[in-house]
T-cell receptor
Framework: SQQGEEDPQALSIQEGENATMNCSYK?????LQWYRQNSGRGLVHLIL?????REKHSGRLRVTLDTSKKSSSLLITASRAADTASYFC??????FGSGTKLNVKP | ETGVTQSPTHLIKTRGQQVTLRCSSQSGHNTVSWYQQALGQGPQFIFQ???????GRGNFPPRFSGLQFPNYSSELNVNALELDDSALYLC???????????FGPGTRLTVL
């Protein structure tokens, strides 16, 4: 069964706006990862944050982790139409959430 | 350096049949994992292989089995197919047990 849960399930924004997705998980983790999936294709690894880290940046991506609340957030700044995809958090390598479907309108 | 490849891309089977899906890991990766993704859902972990040994298994029945070969390529075998086995099957490799996963494009299995 899936462990993580993303919120919201779907998000629609205009190009240039920021998109924030949240993830809650259930177990103790060594790390949490975020992935992107375009149109039912293979997933692409975006960023990994370790349990002893609170925030991590990669380009337009910012990930936070709160282990006391068992939650993480992914912020995409200055979104582009090409960011339209489903985004998943994963506890380690094994447990993926149900995903947030992001639609960025040009 | 080639990425993760999977074959076939699409497959149609009937209930009760058996299927074998194949995956070639990215060069240098010794860990491979398999996932089942139903439409609109996140990937569900099936199992992981590390250096040819099963190294973790999700909540899937024994009719889901796998192999990893010395060149780190892998197979997923599903026996006695059921309609609910219709899904996208994803293979992912990684260079070590901790770290990000590199996914293949998936095999779309339809069971009629």
């Amino acid at each position: 069964s899936q462990q993580g849960e993303e919120d919201p399930q779907a998000l629609s924004i205009q190009e240039g706006e920021n998109a924030t997705m949240n993830c809650s998980y259930k177990t103790s983790i060594n790390n949490l990862q975020w992935y992107r999936q375009n149109s039912g294709r293979g997933l692409v690894h975006l960023i990994l944050i370790r349990s002893n880290e609170r925030e991590k940046h990669s380009g337009r991506l910012r990930v936070t982790l709160d282990t006391s609340k068992k939650s993480s957030s992914l912020l995409i700044t200055a979104s582009r139409a090409a960011d339209t995809a489903s985004y998943f958090c994963a506890e380690g390598k094994f447990y993926f959430g149900s995903g947030t479907k992001l639609n960025v309108k040009p | 350096e080639t990425g993760v490849t999977q074959s076939p891309t699409h497959l149609i089977k009937t209930r009760g049949q058996q299927v074998t899906l194949r995956c070639s890991s990215q060069s240098g990766h010794n860990t491979v994992s398999w996932y089942q993704q139903a439409l609109g859902q996140g990937p569900q972990f099936i199992f992981q292989y590390y250096r040819e040994e099963e190294n973790g298994r999700g909540n899937f029945p024994p009719r889901f089995s796998g192999l990893q070969f010395p060149n780190y390529s892998s197979e997923l075998n599903v026996n006695a197919l059921e309609l609910d086995d219709s899904a996208l099957y994803l293979c992912a490799s990684s260079p070590r047990q901790e770290g990000g996963l590199f996914f293949g494009p998936g095999t779309r299995l339809t069971v009629l």
